[in-house]
Each structure stands twice: as structure tokens, then as C-alpha cells.
């Protein structure tokens, strides 16, 4: 099992709080059979150009080991997720 970092971006305008927020990213990472090592809140930001017809968006940065054949599953759930609108997942080979 590898370890992996993802930031999560949420849609701000349907009122995600970050317990809902922390909870969508539990959940997509738990239908993965993913550890989650930590989940930590990155804060609503003005976003640098709008997605989705979005101006702002509530960001998670998580920290997680799987393998890594379900990151392809990690990446077809956000896309079906109505809450998340972009992820980015990297492969860390040391975290501090």
C-alpha cells in the first residue's frame, strides 16, 4: 500500500459545512477500502477562475494509504459526487 495525498474542492454554494465536507471525503475514501491517515480543513477561497459556474470553493487536503488500483475508483466516485467538484490525488513517498 502506497500513500497518497488529495485535495478535495467542494461546491461552496450548496452550503457544505466542513463536517459535511470531512464526511464525503470519509466516505469516497472508505468505498476505495482506503486508510484515511488524516483529513484537514483548507478553508473556503475565492477560486482563480470559476468551475462549474462556481466563484469559491471549500477545500480538504486528506491523507490516505491504498492501493493503487483504486485510485481510478477514488477519482469515477468524485465525478459522480454532486458536492465535490475537482480532486487531485499525488503520491507521496515521504510525508513530515
Do not use: P
Not at 486508510?35 to 491523507?63: C, D, F, M, P
Amino acid at each position: 500500500m502506497k500513500t497518497y495525498e488529495a485535495m478535495f474542492l467542494f461546491d461552496a454554494s450548496k452550503g457544505t459545512d466542513w463536517t459535511a465536507a470531512e464526511t464525503e471525503v470519509n466516505r469516497i475514501l472508505g468505498r476505495a477500502e482506503a486508510t484515511v491517515l488524516g483529513v484537514k480543513n483548507w478553508e473556503e477561497r475565492k477560486l482563480a477562475y470559476t468551475i462549474h459556474q462556481q466563484k469559491r470553493g471549500l477545500y480538504a487536503l486528506s491523507y490516505f494509504k491504498c492501493g493503487a488500483d483504486k485510485i481510478t475508483g477514488i477519482e469515477r466516485d468524485v465525478h459522480l459526487s454532486e458536492a465535490v467538484l475537482r480532486v487531485l490525488v499525488l503520491n507521496r513517498d515521504t510525508m513530515t
